[in-house]
């Protein structure tokens, strides 16, 4: 069955990045868009792009360019995020969602990344 | 961007019928989608393509609409549908999602 394991929760300092992953598994990972998505604390949903890992294409909202760089390894089956400049605005938990491609049947578990010195 | 529009809470009793709405700011055709939230949980895609169900989803669950106005009707409730309610666009660029409507039963 299709499953999406993300990392662990980061506590990372104001200023620094952070790498989350998401390890895909009972699917072709290099034929579906992975995307990504934030959930702020009581707050709604944002898309924040996604990444082809087939050819490595990636797609972001306008939003987070220069503030998410989406990348994938082939060899594990594995995407990431990196997000960096982190202030508070950055704390939520961000999912990794896939397939088939404008709607998301699976979904990771989450991961939440605190930024507090 | 689109915005959606949803209500942000709701509270019915179970076994009655209740419908949560989204309105888009401009059209996204059948590009809605609904997915269903529980505290500590990711989302769970209920509906796609604004009236399609998801496998393994019940049958009370279903969508309907085009355009700019979308809704989202479970019927009869359960106690188990307490959750937040999210509606998600993909026909313009970016992807955006409602804000979600918090269902209580009572």
């Known amino acids: 069955q299709v499953q999406l394991q993300q990392s662990g929760a980061e506590l990372v300092k104001p200023g620094s990045s952070v790498k989350i992953s998401c390890k895909a598994s009972?699917?072709?990972?290099?034929?579906?868009?992975m995307h990504w998505i934030k959930q702020q604390p009581g707050n709604g949903l944002e898309w924040i792009g996604w990444?082809?890992?087939?050819?490595?294409?990636?797609k972001y909202n306008q939003k987070f360019n220069g503030k998410a760089t989406l990348t994938a390894d082939k060899s594990s089956s594995t995407a990431y995020m990196q997000l960096s400049s982190l202030t508070s605005e950055d704390s939520a938990v961000y999912f990794c969602?896939?397939?088939?491609?404008?709607?998301?049947?699976?979904w990771g578990q989450g991961t939440l990344v605190t930024v507090s010195s | 961007d689109t915005v959606l529009t949803q209500s942000p809470a709701l509270a019915v009793s179970p076994g009655e019928r209740v419908t949560i709405s989204c309105r888009a700011s401009e059209s996204v055709s059948t590009g809605m989608h609904w997915y269903q939230q529980k505290p500590g949980q990711q989302p769970k895609l209920l509906i796609y393509?604004?009236?399609n169900l998801e496998s393994g989803v019940p049958a009370r669950f279903s969508g309907s609409g085009s355009g700019t106005d979308f809704t989202l009707t479970i019927d009869p409730v359960e106690a188990d549908d307490t959750a937040t309610y999210f509606c998600q666009q993909s026909w313009n660029d970016p992807f955006t999602f409602g804000s979600g409507t918090k269902l209580e039963i009572k």
């Open positions: 393509g604004a009236s």
């Open positions: 969602a896939s397939i088939p491609t404008d709607w998301f049947a699976y």
């Open positions: 990444i082809y890992p087939g050819n490595g294409n990636t």
């Open positions: 009972g699917y072709t990972f290099t034929s579906y868009d």
